[in-house]
């Protein structure tokens, strides 16, 4: 995909408050288009450009993470890095047709900052103002999207939406009551499982992933036969 120049954007299209525009467009496809000429936070500066959630029309799961990653920021498309192909491989282990996912992420543009040498960028976690600044994005995606299910993948995903004080570590895999979908569960961002230590601990951790998509993938089934 071209890598789009955000200096190339037009002034005219630009947004600065996204809850200005957000709420009254109807599609993801509006949405997108809409979003992708976004300063609703200083990140459009650093990111090359707007990664917009993608997914089938009507998804049955939704999966928030964090933010795009090196790899989403270049080809403009959400977990299509080495986090996303993990996730990937989870979700075929658990039972759960990658196709009828949609995946997005709470804040749309990648943060980084230059490693001490050469030119790699290293991830860097978004501050609740940006959070907060891109949030009518994530709120139009649920609205227009009505998942039945909704997954948080990682801290970040799951302490917006959630709470600050919501621990993935002690509620991972259990159902929380939330407004936001008819089942809401949280779990680990995939990326942290390729932070794993050695390779013991990275098969552990991707088989406690494995297992709370299990979960996800039960539910689907229990909600479709409903
Ligand atoms: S991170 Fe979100 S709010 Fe900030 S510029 Fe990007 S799309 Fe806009």
């Known amino acids: ?85 993990l996730l990937d491989r989870a979700l075929e282990e658990a039972g759960i047709d990658h196709s009828k996912v949609y995946l997005t992420n709470v804040v749309k543009h990648f943060k980084w900052i230059a490693a001490a040498r050469g030119k790699k960028r290293i991830h860097k976690k978004p501050r609740y103002s940006e959070i907060n600044a891109c949030r009518p994005w994530l709120d139009a995606e649920l609205r227009v999207v009505k998942p039945q299910i909704l997954v948080c993948l990682g801290s970040t995903a799951a302490q917006a939406l959630l709470g600050r004080t919501f621990s993935v570590t002690r509620q991972r895999g259990q159902l929380i009551p939330a407004p936001l979908a008819p089942v809401v569960m949280a779990t680990v961002h995939p990326s942290s499982i390729l932070r794993a230590p050695d390779e013991n601990a990275r098969h552990q951790q991707m088989q406690a992933f494995i297992n709370d998509l299990k979960i996800v993938a039960q539910l689907a089934r229990k909600a479709k036969a409903a």
């Open 1 to 85: 995909m071209k890598r789009v120049s955000q200096t190339s954007k037009p002034f005219s299209n630009q947004i600065h408050n996204p809850a200005s525009i957000a709420p009254a467009l109807k599609t993801i496809a509006a949405l997108r288009t809409a979003a992708h000429d976004c300063k609703g936070c200083d990140l459009w500066e650093t990111g090359t450009q707007t990664v917009f959630g993608e997914g089938p029309s009507k998804p049955q799961i939704m999966f928030v993470g964090e933010q795009p990653g090196d790899q989403e920021d270049r080809l403009g498309h959400p977990f299509v890095g080495p986090a996303g192909k």
